[in-house]
């Protein structure tokens, strides 16, 4: 297997804090899909550890694997252009990442991340660790990324909507003007 950290990465459909099932189906996962840019610093890196992973799974014939899965689209690294109706996707490519273990999600400063902490989210920037590694049993032939850890890096435009609500976003209510709202309510009856 071939482990790397991939910098500087979006992160998209992140489920890290609790495994799930995709589209109800089969064991429940943590996972995420990884975004970089065409011109990344380390798609080359990728490639290699591509590479090795098939190199590791199939020996000799790991070149003309790797051909027939890059044909069907079954390495570990996909063109985003092919999902440009996912926000974000257009112009880069992608790495699906999952692990059935619960990968370890930190912040910057390394301390521990959950749930109510609101980060990672789509659109964030993160450093992620991965493995390649190369499958071949009853399900097929393919490289596949297993995610094994996440550090959230900086704030990101959203993807696919979704965000909630700051207390900047609502307007300080006078104390008089709370109770003239209780008081108001109770001549709705009838209204529809």
Not at 35 to 48: S, T
Not at 110 to 116: H, Q
Request: charged fraction near 25%.
């Amino acid at each position: 297997m071939a482990k790397m950290t991939i910098s500087g990465a979006r992160i998209t459909f992140p489920v890290l804090f609790e495994a799930k099932q995709v589209n109800g189906q089969g064991e429940p996962k943590f996972n995420c899909g990884l975004l970089i840019p065409k011109d990344h610093p380390q798609k080359a890196e990728i490639e290699r550890h591509i590479v090795e992973a098939a190199t590791a799974k199939w020996g000799a014939k790991h070149v003309e694997v790797l051909k027939a899965l890059k044909a069907s689209d079954k390495l570990a690294m996909h063109d985003g252009d092919a999902k440009s109706d996912y926000d974000g996707y257009a112009g880069n490519f992608y790495i699906n990442a999952s692990n059935k273990i619960r990968p370890l999600v930190i912040g910057p400063d390394r301390s521990p991340l959950t749930a109510a902490d609101g980060k990672p989210y789509s659109g964030c920037y993160v450093n992620a660790i991965v493995e390649f590694w190369g499958q071949d049993n009853q399900f097929g032939k393919r490289v596949n990324a297993s995610l094994l850890g996440v550090q959230f890096v900086k704030d990101g435009d959203r993807l696919a909507g979704g965000g909630v609500a700051s207390a900047d976003d609502f307007e300080a209510i006078p104390q008089e003007n709370t109770k003239a709202a209780e008081t108001a309510g109770t001549g709705a009856a009838g209204l529809f």
